[in-house]
Nanobody
Framework: QVQLVESGGGLVQAGGSLRLSCAASGRTFNNYAMGWFRQAPGKEREIVAAISWSAGRIYYADSVKGRFTISRDNAKNTVSLQMNSLKPEDTAVYYC?????????????????WGQGTQVTVSS
């Protein structure tokens, strides 16, 4: 089992920045691919960004390219999402997800383990 706990959400004005963090425990973190997903009210959950276990593969949704940066620290068992130039349409609950090995980073069904989510609200 892998336990994931997100932090760093909050309320920010459009154009501002937030940094989300996800702390993992329970297994050897550096064997796991990690992803960030989000779900806005009334919408389906969607991929935001993901990173392979070695950071050799990174995926970004088109909507966040150039604004968000995903990174991981295997020594600290954490993955982070730096979000800059935030827009009201970025408002959502953001989830951290993980799964073992070489997976399709962009596919929600690839991930077995999920955090509880953290709310990000961007005001206009």
């Amino acid at each position: 089992q892998v336990q994931l706990v997100e932090s760093g959400g909050g309320l920010v004005q459009a154009g501002g920045s937030l940094r989300l963090s996800c702390a993992a425990s329970g297994r050897t973190f550096n064997n796991y691919a990690m992803g960030w997903f989000r779900q806005a009210p009334g919408k389906e959950r969607e991929i935001v960004a993901a990173i392979s276990w070695s950071a050799g593969r990174i995926y970004y949704a088109d909507s966040v390219k150039g604004r968000f940066t995903i990174s991981r620290d295997n020594a600290k068992n954490t993955v982070s999402l730096q979000m800059n130039s935030l827009k009201p349409e970025d408002t959502a609950v953001y989830y951290c997800a993980a799964d073992y090995g070489r997976i399709n980073l962009a596919a929600e069904k690839s991930y077995t383990y999920w955090g509880q989510g953290t709310q990000v609200t961007v005001s206009s």
